[in-house]
């Protein structure tokens, strides 16, 4: 007889995994490399119940009709599905006059019995725009007869240490495009699991208040009780890193180098030569970009999960001193592990 609580894993990450024709000019991005890393070390472990991706693009859209074959992300699928992961969810699709798709993934291993996808009205800026960014939703069947709502999202970026207004502005939209599309998807039922990149970073919001914002929207737009910041929750109260340190333009405040570097050889080149300016200092720093949020109402409909924290922590992915690349990203993922009640 199975018991009357079940514990639910679950993984958010930026995997970084940028199609093909786009890389870093300096060492580029080791795609294949990193793929098969994160096959072997994440996947097939099967320590999860359900990964929730970013930057997973299927290819190139070269005629807003079609993409170029997404090999790796069909290798990706594959090999989930061989460690037990038997469901996705996809998107969005790329439209007219995007480059990319969303790049969003779903893995599970619980049946999905239901799918939405939203692409953001709010256009994006800035490189941003080639890509249809927005999120994807999943209704999980979860043991017991329990149903569970999921989202994942990856929304504006900034490339500049503080986001500019503008950037800021988009941001904020595109929070309240997701936590309508929160709130629509989840009829009545009263618990959901949300990870995603926001690019909101909240070591700064004492400064810009966008994540205090973006935490209060989530709540509030859907009437929950509840809006948990589970990696918070664990940290004492103090945002920690959930990305690899940027180099920063102390004088302008923009990155420095275009992307992220991933190898263990030494930028300073790179950094000098992207930055002419003799007297411009170069720091470098991290970011709280990523988030993986419990929301909850206090009444319970029959056929809602209900869900409790039990822990959550940061998962960097280190590799062994003889990679070339030292993590399996430019973002750290985040790993909560809840309890199903009866």
């Known amino acids: 007889m199975p ?8 993984l958010q990450y930026n995997f970084f995994l940028r199609p093909a024709l786009v890389s870093n000019p300096s060492q580029g991005d080791f795609k294949d490399a990193r793929l098969e890393a994160f096959i072997a070390t994440v996947l097939n472990p099967g320590t999860y119940d359900v990964i929730l991706l970013q930057e997973v693009f299927s290819g190139i859209n070269v005629t807003s009709l079609c993409c170029l074959p997404a090999r790796r992300l069909n290798k990706l699928l594959a090999a989930a599905a061989s460690a037990g992961y038997h469901h996705n969810h996809k998107g969005p699709p790329a439209s ?15 049946p999905i019995i239901k799918k939405s996808t939203l692409t953001f009205q709010c256009p994006a800026a800035a490189s941003d725009s080639l890509a ?15 149903l569970l709502d999921v989202f994942t999202s990856h929304t504006q970026a900034s490339y500049e240490y503080t986001a500019s207004e503008a950037i800021d502005r988009v941001q904020r939209k ?4 997701l936590a309508t599309f929160i709130a629509a998807s989840m009829e009545d039922r009263c618990c959901a699991v949300f990870g995603g990149d926001l690019n909101i970073d909240a070591q700064q919001d004492s400064t810009t208040g966008t994540y205090t914002f973006m935490m209060e929207t989530m709540k509030n737009s859907s009437s929950f009780d509840r809006c948990e910041d589970l990696l918070l929750a664990d940290e004492a109260g103090a945002h920690p890193d959930t990305s ?11 990155e420095v180098v275009s992307g992220s570097y991933l190898g263990r050889s030494d930028v300073s080149a790179a950094i000098a030569n992207a930055n ?5 200092g170069i720091e470098r720093k991290a970011a709280r970009y990523d988030y993986l949020l419990l929301l909850s109402k206090n009444r319970k409909d029959s056929a809602s999960a209900s869900l409790r ?6 998962k960097k992915f280190e590799q062994p001193a003889t ?13 909560g592990e809840l309890e199903i009640d009866e």
């Open 244 to 254: 690899v340190p940027y180099s920063w333009d102390t004088v302008s405040g923009k």
């Open 309 to 314: 924290k039990v822990k959550a922590e940061v």
């Open 96 to 110: 007219f006059g995007t480059f990319l798709d969303g790049g969003l993934l779903v893995l599970s291993k619980f």
């Open 3 to 10: 018991s009357a609580t079940d514990t639910l894993r679950v």
């Open 276 to 280: 002419p300016k003799a007297n411009a």
């Open 174 to 177: 595109q929070v309240e495009e």
């Open 132 to 146: 249809s960014k927005g999120a994807i939703h999943a209704l999980l069947a979860l043991p017991h007869s329990r």
């Open 323 to 335: 990679c070339p690349f030292m993590y399996l990203s430019d973002h750290f993922a985040v790993a």
